[in-house]
């Protein structure tokens, strides 16, 4: 089992950056990769970055650019740096992560953060 909460959402003014933290527990052994989602309202949930145990990394192409996810050595925190924010960006954003639990893959999923861009 993982566990994840997210923090770090907040308001910000368009072209303002947010950093978001998503503190990572539990069986850290067992993880294959940690992303961040977003999900506003009327609309799926959208992937917006992975990062992998081999440190490789993805990108939205909505966010490519702006957006850059990393981790601590130890797998405890992931973080999503967020630059020129635009009022689309708006939306409660996730973190998830994929493991393995008896050989199968999981995800799991934090609570979200909201994050409000104004113009």
């Known amino acids: 089992q993982v566990q994840l909460v997210e923090s770090g959402g907040g308001l910000v003014q368009a072209g303002g950056s947010l950093r978001l933290s998503c503190a990572v527990s539990?069986?850290?052994?067992?993880?294959?990769?940690v992303g961040w989602y977003r999900q506003t309202p009327g609309k799926q949930r959208e992937f917006l970055a992975t990062?992998?145990?081999?440190?490789?990394?993805d990108y939205a192409d909505s966010v490519k650019g702006r957006f850059t996810i990393s981790r601590d050595d130890a797998w405890n925190t992931v973080y999503l740096q967020m630059n020129n924010l635009k009022p689309d960006d708006t939306g409660v954003y996730y973190c998830?992560?994929?493991?393995?639990?008896?050989?199968?893959?999981?995800?799991?999923w934090g609570q979200g953060t909201q994050v409000t861009v104004s113009t």
């Open positions: 998830a992560a994929e493991a393995l639990v008896n050989e199968s893959p999981q995800d799991f």
């Open positions: 539990g069986n850290i052994a067992s993880l294959n990769a």
């Open positions: 990062i992998t145990v081999r440190a490789t990394t």
